[in-house]
């Protein structure tokens, strides 16, 4: 960004995606596209292939999958294009759920030969529920995959949405000349380049050219497109932004096609930052005052910065690094000097920012996940609900002399939501449990917590699989029933730990009078 403000429209979206169905190419195609970056990768993490441009963390390296996120910001035409990356990994899930608190447009990324997989399902409910419109992609159409009318079917059966598909294939799935535009009529043909390192070069030809070119494929394209057109299934904005429909468009990101067809409909079609409704009950109007957002707390994103940075959404006004404004949790004020932009291990100052740009505010220590910072007329916005953990561990220091760093990272830890981090008087802050959506996340903490803290850490399983939200009272009378305990998470509130449901539904049936409730936004 430059010190003048940047007015042009913005767009901001995510992908969603079950692992493997390609969101790091598909992030590193549309950086391509954008010219952020000159030549894509592949970015399994195999031998002599280097990662995604998003992911930094050495597990992320190794295994080929993102578990942290961050913002590209990119021009493209004449509108600043907003990608925020989510992790790829279900074991994140709960880290997702705050990124696509972030955005008002989100990719699903849908993978040809394997159709609706559990963890795009699951990401598709999170942004039913937040009501974010959703833009379906079918992934891989180079490779051999399942039959397009028959992916229709499965979106519309599984998700409810009705599809709505902007181009069609041109040539069934492992033999991908090109896409049907549904709008123009026009084919559009791609051709490959060396391992899809550079832009696809397209050519657009008129339809009545198109059949000498394509033969059959897009003689089958055409009946594809006319059977859609009989069912109804074309785009209607209304009913987009409504939630009712996804418009579809058919890519293989791995070779950069359909690509350039995705940025244009997000730019097209996608919404603008809008509004944004407070806890009170109020809607912040984008042109007010300035406001915004944290959704992610980060630290030891690179060993040569060891800082600690909040992203922030700006959902009003416009940012200007150094301004003063207001922590809306304790009403304190405080300087954003330091502001970045951050991507994979690219950092850049950040000078201005409107409503739907993303910021990096550098060592901001008071801020946590779900704080809100604002200046002028006060607000907060709604916090980030947490999902309920299904996995426990105790935590000990390995070296009793290291325990100032293991406490110090394990407060960190906390603040980053990497984990729930609970604690009791009876297991005392030497010996903190870890709660976790899934088990790959002690799997983070224990590499960060010997990497960035030099205090490497035991871990011990317990065996509870439920967390139930109680209070003070509850604390009381569970606390002599066999099997459970009670313990108390940073933000105050006390869960009471079950080994099963069967356990839990005992103790709701006797002590009928004590608070007992699922924890908001279950992963389940």
């Not at 952020?36 to 050495?58: F, Y």
């Not at 899809?196 to 059949?211: I, K, L, N, S, Y």
């Not at 010997?450 to 009381?476: C, F, H, K, N, W």
Request: hydrophobic share 40%; proline share 5%.
């Amino acid at each position: 960004m430059t010190s003048t403000t940047d007015t042009r429209p913005r767009r901001t979206f995510a992908v969603i995606s079950h692992p493997d169905a390609g969101k790091s190419t598909l992030t590193e195609a549309l950086a391509l596209h954008a010219r952020v970056i000159s030549e894509a990768g592949a970015v399994h993490g195999k031998a002599g292939r280097r990662g995604t441009v998003s992911d930094w963390m050495e597990m992320e390296r190794s295994r080929g999958i993102s578990i942290t996120s961050a913002a590209l910001q990119f021009d493209y035409r004449d509108h600043v294009v907003n990608l925020v990356d989510t992790p790829g990994h279900s074991d994140f899930s709960e880290d997702t759920y705050r990124v696509l608190s972030a955005v008002d447009s989100a990719v699903m990324l849908v993978d040809a030969a394997k159709g609706l997989e559990p963890q795009t399902l699951k990401l598709f409910q999170v942004c039913a529920h937040r009501g974010i419109p959703v833009v379906t992609v079918i992934n891989k159409w180079d490779r051999p995959g399942l039959d397009a009318l028959e992916l229709m079917d499965e979106i519309e059966k599984e998700i409810g949405l009705k599809p709505t598909p902007l181009t069609w294939p041109v040539g069934q799935s492992g033999e991908f000349q090109g896409v049907l535009d549904r709008r123009s009529g026009d084919f559009i043909h791609f051709t490959r380049t060396a391992g899809g390192a550079t832009r696809a070069p397209e050519r657009h030809v008129p339809a009545d050219e198109a059949g000498a070119m394509a033969g059959d494929a897009w003689e089958a394209a055409l009946e594809g497109h006319e059977l859609l057109e009989m069912d109804g299934a074309d785009h209607d904005q209304e009913r987009f932004l409504a939630g009712r429909t996804t418009p579809v468009l058919f890519a293989s990101a791995l070779q950069n096609f359909g690509v350039a067809q995705l940025l244009e409909v997000l730019l097209e079609l996608a919404p603008p930052p809008s509004a944004t409704e407070a806890v009170d009950g109020t809607r912040r109007e984008v042109d007010e005052d300035f406001s915004a957002f944290v959704f992610k707390v980060q630290s030891g994103m690179d060993t040569n910065h060891r800082d600690r940075l909040a992203y922030a959404r700006v959902c009003s006004g416009v940012f200007h690094r150094g301004m003063v404004v207001n922590h809306g949790e304790t009403g304190k004020p405080f300087a954003t000097k330091y502001a970045q932009a951050v991507f994979g291990r690219e950092r850049s100052v950040v000078e201005t920012a409107l409503p739907g740009d993303i910021v990096g505010l550098v060592n901001a220590s008071a801020l946590r996940v779900g704080d809100t910072i604002y200046e002028g007329r006060p607000v907060r916005y709604p916090p980030i609900a947490s999902f309920a953990p299904e996995h426990f561990m105790s935590a000990r220091a390995a070296d009793t002399g290291r325990y100032k760093q293991f406490r110090r990272g394990i407060e960190q830890m906390d603040q980053e939501g990497v984990v729930q981090v609970l604690r009791s008087d009876l297991r005392g802050d030497q010996a903190p449990v870890l709660a976790a959506v899934g088990p790959m996340q002690f799997e983070v903490v224990s590499a960060r917590m010997e990497s960035e803290y030099g205090a490497a850490i035991r871990l011990e399983r317990l065996d509870y699989q439920l967390a139930m939200l109680t209070d003070a009272d509850g604390v009381e009378a569970l606390g002599t029933v066999r099997g459970v305990e009670v313990m108390r998470r940073s933000d105050g509130a006390y869960l009471a730990l079950f080994p099963d449901k069967w356990r839990a539904h005992t103790a709701k049936r006797d002590h009928p009078d004590i608070l007992l409730e699922q924890l908001p936004a279950s992963g389940g």
